[in-house]
């Protein structure tokens, strides 16, 4: 067997448990490296055996990236303009696959860029093994190429097919904003919050991603009479608590995120600075914080903003997140996958749960739609 980089594409994502460290990674000659270095992963698991956070990966042969995002992965504050900090913790060690052969950090489904057009080389990528105190292009592009890629390996590993798989998506690491352009299928991350670091805010846009695609559009056109105006967004909070396209929308960014990070929920602690995640009117952005909700107690919770798509949208994605512990969790992935076809700018909490109690009839799977229903049902009483 050669280097830890230059094995079986099965095998490629957990190498260094099984050959050491080798000299692959660290060479800046493209032709040093195996064809599997630009295939695909055939393994069917998010987050894999073998990789894990060890202090010494900047000396080894991995990449480094965070395990999710700096504050989460070392428990404490970590500062976004702080990159020696950040350089220190970058020590989640793993490998990297799928690039094609442009010599960029980029294949046909992401092309990852800085808004200038500016790219990371791979001899960059080698040589830095994702880690640099000079560049912020170069960390910022290895996460995000990283998680999106190990996104897209996973759910097609997993599945017939899902929503963006022939769809390139174009990411650029270093906008002024976080957020998902259905027009341009451009996912943008933040520069000054360093937003390409957290994995979750990646997959949170992918996720949103999906719903766009799969829905054609459709998710965005919202309807007046189940949406209003709040914090500044003509759409940011529903009409009622049976809730609107908008929280769906948010709901099913945040379910992405809990299908991925399995055992790692919720989103944004680089973001806030707090390990408990960005706060939802004072709830931690996690689902479990919001199983016990109603959707009128969702919609209640936001004094000033009565309605709002996220804090609903957080009881939305909590009723997946239940019903992936009590059924198979990759069932219950493959019937929301389907399920975002249908849906469109019209839909309510009420319309979405028929939506998808009939993708759980269509794949053979009538307890869970029947488990759909009672979830449903006893959040909109």
């Not at 990759?330 to 469109?344: A, G």
């Amino acid at each position: 067997m050669s280097s830890c980089f230059m094995i079986r594409s099965t095998s490629l994502l957990f190498v260094f448990i099984l050959c050491g460290c080798g000299e692959g990674f660290q060479s800046k000659s493209l032709s040093s490296f195996n064809d599997s270095y630009f295939s695909n992963s055939s393994s069917k698991s998010f987050l894999r055996p073998g990789e894990e956070v060890r202090s010494d990966c900047q000396l080894t042969s991995e990449l480094c990236v965070y395990l999710k995002n700096p504050v989460s992965q070392t428990g404490r504050v970590v500062e976004p303009n702080d990159k020696e900090a950040l350089g220190a913790a970058q020590n989640f060690s793993v490998s990297i696959s799928g690039l094609d052969r442009s010599g960029k950090v980029k294949n046909s489904n992401f092309d990852v860029k800085s808004i200038s057009g500016s790219q990371v080389s791979l001899d960059q990528l080698a040589t830095s093994k994702g880690v640099s105190s000079e560049s912020d292009l170069i960390p910022l592009t290895a996460s995000a190429f990283f998680w999106l890629h190990r996104a897209h390996e996973y759910l097609k590993n997993n599945y017939e097919s899902y929503p963006s798989l022939n769809t390139p998506i174009t990411v650029y690491v270093d906008d002024a904003f976080n957020g998902w352009s259905f027009e341009q299928k451009s996912l943008h991350l933040n520069l000054n919050k360093r937003s390409a670091l957290s994995g979750e805010v990646v997959l949170l846009l992918f996720g949103e991603a999906q719903i766009g695609i799969a829905s054609q559009g459709e998710i965005y056109k919202a309807s007046p009479g189940l949406h209003k105006v709040c914090g500044g967004d003509s759409k940011g909070c529903c009409q009622s608590s049976s809730g609107c396209s908008q929280a769906i929308l948010r709901g099913a960014g945040d379910s992405f995120v809990d299908f991925f990070f399995k055992d790692l929920s919720g989103v944004g602690e680089f973001q806030s600075q707090s390990l408990e995640g960005q706060k939802v009117c004072e709830k931690a952005r996690r689902p479990e914080e919001f199983v016990a909700f109603t959707f009128q107690q969702a919609y209640d919770l936001c004094p000033s903003k009565k309605g709002s798509s996220l804090a609903l949208g957080m009881a939305y994605s909590s009723i997946w997140f239940e019903l992936r512990k009590e059924f198979d969790p990759q069932v219950v992935e493959r019937i929301f996958l389907k399920h975002l076809e249908s849906l469109n700018g019209s839909d309510d909490f009420n319309s979405s749960s028929l939506k998808a109690q009939e993708a759980a009839n269509e794949l053979g799977q009538p307890a869970v739609s029947q488990g759909i229903k009672d979830h449903f049902s006893r959040r909109l009483k």
